[in-house]
């Protein structure tokens, strides 16, 4: 595998593998630290972003490489309407891979047709981000020590976030998985995701609108922030931003060993009275995702064989 655009493109093999590589990069990083020496890691950010951007950076610094790049579309050509496809032709003569992240759906895709190096999508438009979803992935397994036979109830905006689309298709191919839905009506999982992904694999799932009503049976609960930037208009993004605000009262009915996510930023949906509560995953999330972008950054190195 050259690229990774959607978490599909990485069999649950490579996912073992990619986790087994970053929990060693965890116990022995001096072991890791001079691989990519020499090495330049190019972002491409043409959406803001704090967490994906900069822990490729300081993965990439910590494997001994460099990096070079853009945080947003206007310090870059395109604001002279330079095309993806050029951009990553001209990228793949300066760095050895390409993190990119975009508004719209489909463009790291496009840059991977004409880049000469390894792209790797950090995220594009409502659609994937499946470094995220490896980020997710390293901490389930780091807080749960499982794949199989869990139940997670993914909360928020379901329709918009793009987060939720790529766990959902990484959890879908693994055994026991039971998904609760749960989102205002207005931020429904989208059907593709439910028929394509959900159905297609035979995962029993549920909507609803409560959060109180599910909590009891969850052993992971998602939360995820209501997308303002992708909103049609501010009126229903006003009416809609504070659906969910999870509390420690209403934590009360869960289980002991519940792992609250959220791929962060947060805004008000979970109340920072949470943070003390040690099924509080979400900063140990974040750290995970440095992790497991440096065992990324490996393995298309090598299979491309730039180290
Ligand atoms: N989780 C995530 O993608 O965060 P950023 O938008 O800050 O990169």
Sequence with gaps: MKNLISILDLSLEEIDELIATANDIIANPTKYQDICRYKKLATL???????????????????????LGFSEANSS?????????????????????????????????????????????????????????????????????????????????????????SLIQAMSRYTGIKVVLISPVELKLPSYIKKDVLKANNIPYVQTTSLEEVMPELDILYMTRVQRERFFNEEDYLRLKDSYILTPEKLKTAK???????????????????????????????LNGKYIRMALILKLLKEAGRI
């Design 45 to 67: 950010f043409y959406e803001p972003s704090t967490r994906t951007r900069l822990s490729f950076e300081a993965a990439m610094l910590e494997l001994g490489g460099s990096v």
């Design 77 to 165: 050509s395109a604001a002279k309407g330079e095309s993806v496809a050029d951009t990553a032709q001209t990228i793949s003569c300066y760095a050895d891979i390409i993190a990119m992240r975009h508004p719209k759906e489909g463009a790291p895709y496009v840059c991977a047709q004409h880049a000469s190096i390894p792209v790797i999508n950090a995220g594009d438009g409502g659609h994937n981000h499946p470094t995220q979803t490896l980020t997710d992935l390293l901490t389930i397994y780091r807080e749960k020590g499982r794949f199989d036979n869990l139940t997670i109830g993914f909360c928020g905006d379901l329709k918009f976030g793009r987060t939720v689309h």
């Design 256 to 286: 002991e060993d519940l792992a609250i996510m959220h791929p962060l930023p947060r805004v008000n949906e979970i109340s920072v009275a949470v943070d003390k509560d040690p099924r509080a995953c979400y900063f140990r999330q974040v």
